[in-house]
């Protein structure tokens, strides 16, 4: 059975980075490798600690500085390697600067220069060395490539010219030690507003990490008179632990309340502001804040399986499913670096040889030509972007499973919806219980079978039924069997044969007024009827649809009448009753093949719809099964208006990915030529760069005010 694991890698400068460290590791057979470059983590799929190892000594022969542990010292807790390296190389680079102002002799020489320009060459090779090394070794040279060539470029060419000068003013001409600690200097410093932008477009991540409370209240003695808490390390959290939580307390699991009322803030998980009443039988989660009361529940998840966890790694991960135009930028990031070093080479050549430029103005030009080009704004032009618009979903309750929804919201032609819990709450009116006998074991019965369902309806006759002390009277059943879309099965110790559910399979014929029967043997004991409640936003989503010139379906297990009045009452285009799920699988099959079908439901009966079309959103209460089914999970009180929302999103941020790669392309069309020509020095070009990168980020971060 293979397990995650989350190594800390140091070293990664750059989005090609990695990109880099992914190619490698799949290329070793390394499955489910996810490279977090932003906040230097890389996970991956493994089996036993040898496979870490390997992992491990793999990432280490790229260049970069891998480990089981993120292990901080007290300078690193304050501020980031990146930070500590520019300043060392400001405070080396600045001497340098002030030698083009002050004339003086002693700051002019050769020993004065080359060591303030090698300390900061070895802050270089460090920072952008190993990485640069690395890539060589795949063959898939990268941004640091580039740098690290400028830079030791010239670098040897002035120790080389310090060599071959007949005098120190023939050096000077010479001289460009400088040129190499600014071109450092000035892309560390370009790198380290990177790194700060990058964070800003992750917020959403740390927001729900935060959310995590690191302690919890755990009850003792719960069954006798001694009753008491101890305060534990989540971590030693289990399923069934009872938990009591005060208010102001953050909820450390998640769980089912079994005592006490209280106030729950859930804004930070669902987007919903208004704070929500909880009471026994209802359901908490983890990260949500007890505003006032006092409550006890039972923990059902923890750890690593809560709904904030899923939540966190749902959002970390979900930019690793790329828009279909990232496939082209990512083709040509790879052949970048390779064709801009022939560039500079033939700039070189062309300029010395052909235009009878000096050596020295041609390898300025060559050197430019190096530092001046931006792979790195081409990798960020497309994953900034997505990484901005999912965070900011999250933040509303919207949770995307990949960049690659953006592009197939764009394509929708027409939307499938379910009925149950989707275009209304889920949330039933009991209209009618009649029983046919008085037979008081029956409610029990009732009562008793409804538990092993998983339908809203279910859970609509259970409320109702645990008023009464009678009514929740326990009833042994054996061989019990949901059928979805159909019911319940089971039979007793004596034998007998139970159904509970649909008219449409009950064992003998029924009237198709009510919504649930219950038989025993064939003989009818009692039958339902509900009236399920439409959710407010229903009808205004709907007509918006419209202007939208996307058709909508309705399906629906339930009755013809049923569905028909809840199709004109939202206006619905057209509608199909009495569907089993793979009825409605089969129609989203079909439907595919002729247009781009989107499916929004929330019940066991919708995930196979939902895995077949081609966009799915489940609804954020529903089945886990139907969650786990959908590419994006609406988690508000009012989930419809997540489609309009969504929608809106998916152009703006659109938008962006084509303002952001056309400003990277752009930008290297007319940098190379402008410094090839010798409009630009070296030192102006590694300012440039840093800095092209920061335009797409600060692009992207428009994005989390939409």
């Given at each position: ?228 808490s101890i305060e534990v390390e989540i971590e030693l959290l289990n399923p069934n632990d009872l938990i009591l939580v005060n208010s ?241 099965y089971a039979k007793d110790k004596e034998g007998n044969d139970y159904y509970l559910g649909s008219g449409k399979f009950a064992p ?199």
């Open positions: 059975m293979s397990n995650k694991t989350t190594l800390s890698v140091k070293g990664m400068t750059c989005a090609s980075c990695a990109q880099g460290i992914d190619r490698h590791l799949v290329s070793k057979g390394i499955k489910g490798v996810h490279v977090f470059y932003d906040i230097g983590e890389v996970e991956f799929e493994t089996i036993g600690e040898q496979q870490t190892d390997f992992v491990i000594s793999e990432i280490n022969k790229l260049g970069y500085n891998a480990s089981g542990f993120k292990v901080k010292s007290q300078l690193e807790k304050n501020y980031s390697p990146l930070y500590i390296k520019t300043l060392l190389a400001l405070i080396f680079t600045i001497p340098l600067w002030l030698t083009m102002v002050f004339n003086l002799a002693w700051m002019h020489s050769f020993l004065f220069q080359i060591i303030l320009s090698s300390f900061v060459l070895i802050i270089g090779l460090h920072h952008f060395g190993k990485s640069a090394l690395g890539s060589l070794h795949q063959l898939r040279p990268n941004m640091d490539v580039l740098i690290m060539m400028g830079a030791l470029t010239s670098y040897l060419y002035s120790i080389s010219g310090y060599i071959l000068a007949t005098s120190h003013h023939e050096w000077m001409t010479f001289n460009f030690f400088e040129t190499t600690a600014s071109i450092i200097t000035f892309v560390l410093i370009g790198n380290l507003i990177e790194e700060k932008s990058l964070k800003r477009t992750n917020t959403s991540i740390a927001a729900l990490i935060q959310m995590q409370p690191s302690k919890a209240r755990r009850i003792t003695n719960a069954y006798n008179n001694n009753e008491g102001g307390d953050k909820i450390p699991a998640d769980g089912l309340i079994y005592e006490g009322y209280g106030l729950i803030d859930a804004s930070a998980l669902t987007g919903e502001s208004i704070p929500e009443s909880k009471t026994i039988n209802d359901k908490v989660l983890a990260g949500t804040i007890l505003l006032e009361g006092t409550l006890k529940f039972i923990v059902e998840k923890c750890g690593k399986d809560t709904s904030l966890s899923s939540m966190i790694d749902l959002v970390k991960k979900s930019t690793f499913k790329k828009p279909a135009i990232q496939k082209l930028s990512d083709k040509i990031s790879l052949i970048f670096v390779p064709t801009v070093i022939g560039i500079s080479v033939i700039t070189f050549f062309i300029n010395h040889f052909a235009f009878d430029i000096s050596t020295t103005n041609s390898m300025l030009r060559a050197i430019a030509v190096l530092v001046i080009s931006c792979p790195c704004a081409m990798g960020l032009a497309i994953p900034t972007a997505v990484a901005v618009s999912i965070g900011n979903a999250a933040k509303k309750g919207i949770l995307i499973k990949g960049g690659d929804v953006f592009d197939k919201v764009q394509k929708i032609e027409e939307i499938v919806f379910d009925k149950t819990g989707t275009l209304t709450t889920g949330k039933f009116k009991i209209e009618t219980i009649n029983y046919t006998n008085d037979n008081a074991l029956t409610p029990g019965v009732l009562y008793s079978l409804e538990q092993y369902s998983s339908h809203p309806i279910s859970k609509s006759i259970l409320a109702f039924l645990q008023h009464s002390e009678q009514n929740k009277a326990s009833i042994g059943f054996q061989n019990i069997q949901e059928i979805k879309g159909k019911g319940i003998i014929e029924t009237d198709s007024k009510y919504q649930v029967y219950l038989f025993k043997n064939k003989e009818l004991l009692a039958y339902i009827e509900l009236k399920d409640e439409v959710r407010s936003e229903a009808k205004e989503v709907i007509d918006w649809l419209k202007t939208q010139k996307i058709k909508t379906t309705l399906m629906s297990g339930d009755t013809h009448d049923r569905c028909e009045s809840i199709a004109k009452e939202l206006g619905i285009d057209s509608y199909f009753a009495q569907q089993l799920p793979q009825e409605k699988a089969d129609y989203i099959e079909r439907q595919s093949k002729l247009h781009s079908v989107a499916m929004i439901g929330d019940g066991v009966n919708d995930a196979a719809a939902l895995s077949l079309a081609n966009l799915s959103l489940a609804i954020g209460d529903g089945s886990s099964i139907a969650i786990s089914s959908g590419e994006i999970i609406l988690m508000t009180k009012n989930p419809l208006q997540g489609i309009k929302k969504i929608k809106s999103l998916s152009i703006f941020t659109n938008k962006i990915i084509r303002q952001n790669l056309f400003w990277a392309f752009i930008y290297n069309i007319i940098a190379i030529p402008f410094a090839a020509t010798g409009l630009l020095h070296p030192m102006i070009a590694s300012l440039s760069m840093g800095f092209s990168d920061v335009i797409v980020i600060g692009n992207s971060l428009r994005i989390k005010n939409k």
